[in-house]
């Protein structure tokens, strides 16, 4: 399993980025997903989770701004971030919970994850 996060970069509050996350290893469309990042001197935080079917959840400061979605033909993750603030600077991180296509529906939680990327650092400026 082989998780690699691109899109990070410097941008203005109000601004917009979209993270990308390919997957191997496993495929994406019946695997748990999500995004969590790391702020400075902060602890480690749940952004957006992704399950099987595609039911998505968010952390409640980023909702209305962030959205989560999977690429399936390309066999990866994205977050599409917009109205950026200078709070949400911080590592980003794809992790994923691979599941079989008979599992899909199973459950999808943050404690589920045993994969993770490097990060991919996001920082908004004010």
């Known amino acids: 399993v082989q998780l690699v996060e691109s899109g990070g970069g410097s941008v203005q509050a109000g601004g917009s980025l979209r993270l990308s996350c390919a997957a191997s290893?496993?495929?994406?469309?019946?695997?748990?997903m999500g995004w969590i990042r790391q702020g400075p001197g902060k602890e480690r935080e749940g952004v957006a989770i992704?399950?099987?079917?595609?039911?998505?959840r968010y952390v409640d400061a980023v909702k209305g701004r962030f959205t989560i979605s999977k690429d399936n033909g390309k066999n990866t993750l994205n977050l599409q971030m917009s109205s950026l603030k200078p709070e949400d600077t911080a590592m980003y991180y794809c992790?994923?919970?691979?599941?079989?296509?008979?599992?899909?529906?199973?459950?999808?939680?943050?404690?589920?994850?045993?994969?993770w990327g490097q990060g991919t650092q996001v920082t908004v400026s004010s």
């Open positions: 992790a994923a919970a691979p599941r079989p296509w008979w599992q899909r529906s199973s459950s999808c939680n943050w404690n589920d994850f045993g994969h």
């Open positions: 992704i399950d099987g079917p595609g039911n998505t």
């Open positions: 290893g496993f495929i994406t469309s019946s695997s748990c």
